[in-house]
């Protein structure tokens, strides 16, 4: 299973590199050890710095960032975070144990944060004017895999208009 979370992002004026930056992803495995060695056995990610110790560390990278990354193996997730918001979930994923069976992939986006973040990579910041991003609230959706071949699974809420 893949999780990812952005919960905050400050782009400067003119682009470039984020001023501020708060996000999680995370990879769920039945041995998130096991799956960090075979990742790391093939290439540079063996040199960040992370240990499969059910720690986060300090993520060494071969550029200086504006913020500071983490990142751990427990015993059934690998995760990465940068931010304050991010690095708490990461410390709790980290240790959480597996209770049920995780979908391959699921989200959940707040269209209106979506469509102000969308604004600022299309250099015209600020806030939705009443199109379709004020209209919907949070959408939700999984991605997984049984008998039947690919699930996906979709929940729209609506606010209504505004």
Do not use: C, N, W, Y
């Amino acid at each position: 299973s893949v999780a990812f979370a952005l919960h905050e992002l400050v782009m400067p004026v003119g682009g470039g590199m984020p001023e501020k930056l708060d996000g999680f992803a995370m990879v769920a495995s039945r041995s998130a050890p096991h799956l960090f060695d075979v990742i790391t056995a093939k290439g540079p990610l063996g040199k960040l710095g992370i240990d499969a110790d059910g720690a986060l560390h300090q993520v060494v990278l071969p550029l200086p960032l504006p913020f500071e990354v983490v990142g751990g193996v427990g015993e059934r997730a690998l995760v990465i975070a940068v931010g304050p918001k991010s690095t708490q979930l990461a410390e709790k994923a980290i240790v959480a144990p597996a209770t049920s069976k995780a979908p391959l992939l699921a989200g959940a986006v707040d269209q209106e944060r979506l469509a102000a973040l969308a604004a600022v990579f299309s250099r015209q910041p600020g806030k939705p004017d009443g199109g379709p991003a004020t209209m919907f609230g949070r959408t939700t959706f999984t991605v997984d895999v049984d008998s039947r071949g690919l699930i996906f699974a979709v929940s729209v809420d609506s606010r209504g208009h505004r």
